[in-house]
């Protein structure tokens, strides 16, 4: 299945994956990640993108957000690597490109996905063996979430604020959430879906992203299209 050409709509969650060059790092020490997250929330106001969750991992970047204006996140993301870029580039006296390509992403149907996909990108650094317990992996949306810290980048999403009537309540239910485990079909169900840039959702959120863009949201079938069968009247 190929790469579908990307979509922005404006109002759809989106999930967010930029790794670096030939899986190299792209973070440092402290002071790299902690200018990525000031630049990611100067970018985010700047392009009026809501910022859900994400992780910062040596080698990746993973982000769930929500553009306000049309081709907000690709300027947010174009905005963020040319700033990020040129800050390691001066600090450590090298050259040349940081990331591999372009990011990935994929238009998330909130309704089913959205909270599940929090949980995954907050999972990445104990699923890749970062640390054995989360509550230790410092640049993700975990802490936030679990009402550990209030992290001024994040703006909560209607359905992670319905999980209860106060902050307090919300951050229990969703901390409850990680005590169950992860099914390994479901996480490489989402990784692929972001790599080949598809819809994260069933066939009534995919129909409704089609009529909205105009666009076909569904990848062809592979093989050649089958012939049609030519009748006796048609023949004649």
Known sequence: MGRLSRINIVGIPQHIVQTGHNRLPCFFDDEDYEFYLASLRAAS???????HAYVLLPNSIQIIATPRLDKGISSMMQSLGRRYVQY?????????????????????????????????VELRPLH??????????????YHHHCGEKID??????KLFKSLGETRDEQCD???ETFRYRFDR?????????VN??????GDAFKD?????????VRPLKRGRPRKKKVTEAEVS
């Open 45 to 51: 106001d700047q392009y009026k993108v809501e910022i």
């Open 88 to 120: 390691v580039n001066h600090r450590y006296k090298r050259s040349g490109t940081l990331w591999e390509g372009r990011y990935k992403s994929s238009l998330i149907d909130s309704e089913n996905y959205l909270l599940t996909c929090y949980r995954y």
């Open 128 to 141: 890749l063996g970062l640390v054995d317990n989360l509550e230790d992996y410092p640049w993700s949306s």
């Open 152 to 157: 001024w980048l994040i703006q909560d999403h």
């Open 173 to 175: 239910a969703y901390s």
């Open 185 to 193: 079909r479901l996480i490489d169900f989402i990784a692929e879906t």
């Open 196 to 201: 080949m840039g598809q819809v994260l959702g």
């Open 208 to 216: 409704k992203i089609e009529k909205i863009a105009n666009h076909r």
